[in-house]
T-cell receptor, first 109, second 114 residues
Framework: QQPVQSPQAVILREGEDAVINCSSS?????VHWYRQKHGEAPVFLMI?????EQKGHEKISASFNEKKQQSSLYLTASQLSYSGTYFC??????????FGAGTTVTVRA | GAGVSQSPSNKVTEKGKDVELRCDPI?????LYWYRQSLGQGLEFLIY????????KSGLPSDRFSAERTGGSVSTLTIQRTQQEDSAVYLC????????????FGSGTRLTVV
């Protein structure tokens, strides 16, 4: 049930855009996105729910295609602080998340 | 508390010894989760608590692993007779109950079995 993330890694220059994708083989209840910096705890970015509701803490954007069982996270006008590993967590019920292997984002000056 | 607190932050133990990892969740968060993260890997689900009960223990790798939660607050993950393959970062997270709430993770316990 582990979702598949792509790409595995991406290198950006400041100001560039990137898209991270998360695909599931099963119908999704919800999708969470987290960012983890080296040696730190994963930090919640956004949640997308079946039915279209979205909740997030930062100025990021994401989409959730229920039919395709996919979600995408959009990093726009990237900053150095965007560097880290991004994980999607897919929910198939109302409590447990299965996490993807992560996408490592490196933003260079 | 202000965040999820885990202790110890690092633990080195000899193969065959028992270890206890502690998690202190955010006050009021009834849902508590344990995940394991091996080097360069994603997060592997271990167990979920709703209050003091654990309706989903499906991720515990073997009967050497157990966990409990008391007072709807602190949780302890115990690994008996540790093996080298148990080496990983053990992350605890808490959240409000329901599907529309994000997790708050602790900084984890890095367990090394030598």
């Amino acid at each position: 049930q582990q979702p598949v993330q792509s790409p595995q890694a991406v290198i950006l220059r400041e100001g560039e855009d990137a898209v991270i994708n998360c695909s599931s083989s099963k119908a999704l209840y919800s999708v969470h996105w987290y960012r983890q910096k080296h040696g730190e705890a994963p930090v919640f970015l956004m949640i997308l729910l079946k039915g279209g509701e979205q909740k997030g803490h930062e100025k990021i954007s994401a989409s959730f295609n229920e039919k395709k069982q996919q979600s995408s996270l959009y990093l726009t006008a990237s900053q150095l602080s965007y560097s880290g590993t991004y994980f999607c967590g897919t929910g198939y019920n109302d409590y447990k998340l299965s996490f993807g292997a992560g996408t490592t984002v490196t933003v260079r000056a | 508390g202000a965040g999820v607190s885990q202790s110890p932050s690092n633990k080195v133990t000899e193969k065959g010894k028992d270890v206890e990892l502690r998690c202190d969740p955010i006050s009021g968060h009834t849902a508590l989760y344990w995940y394991r993260q091996s080097l360069g890997q994603g997060l592997e689900f271990l167990i979920y608590f709703q209050g003091n009960s654990a309706p989903d223990k499906s991720g515990l790798p073997s009967d050497r692993f157990s966990a409990e939660r008391t007072g709807g607050s602190v949780s302890t993950l115990t690994i008996q007779r540790t093996q080298q393959e148990d080496s990983a970062v053990y992350l605890c997270a808490s959240s409000l109950q329901g599907r529309s709430y994000g997790y708050t993770f602790g900084s984890g316990t890095r367990l090394t079995v030598v």
